[in-house]
C-alpha cells in the first residue's frame, strides 16, 4: 500500500537506544503490512540476545498505534536472514563509522 512509505517514516524515530540510530536506517525492518484493522511489522534485531528487546519492540508498537487508526501491531521478530551492518543505510554507516 502507498501508506507504507508513511509507516516507514513513522518508524524512523524509533531508535536502538545503544547504538543512536533508528532502526529504519539500521536496517532492522524487513517487511511492513497495513491491513484494514492491523498493522504488520517483520524485523529483526542486530543481536539475537539483544538486552534492548523489550524497549524497541514496545517502542514500535506504540510508535504505530499512537500515529495511526490501527488497533493492533504485531511485531514478528525474526533472526533470518540474519542481520549485518551491511543492511545500513549509508547515513546509519556514516554515523557509526563504517565508512
Known amino acids: 500500500m502507498a501508506n507504507t512509505e508513511h509507516l516507514r517514516e513513522l518508524l524512523k524515530e524509533v531508535y536502538d537506544p ?8 539500521l536496517g532492522l525492518v524487513y517487511e511492513l503490512v497495513e491491513h484494514p484493522d492491523r498493522i504488520y511489522v517483520r524485523m529483526t534485531l542486530t543481536t539475537p540476545g539483544c538486552p534492548m528487546h523489550d524497549t524497541i519492540v514496545g517502542a514500535v508498537k506504540w510508535t504505530l498505534t499512537e500515529n495511526t487508526d490501527k488497533a493492533e501491531v504485531e511485531v514478528d ?23
Open 18 to 25: 545503544e547504538l543512536g540510530v533508528n532502526i529504519v536506517d
Open 77 to 99: 521478530l525474526v533472526w533470518e536472514p540474519k542481520w549485518s551492518p551491511s543492511m545500513m543505510s549509508e547515513e546509519a554507516k556514516e554515523t557509526l563509522g563504517f565508512v
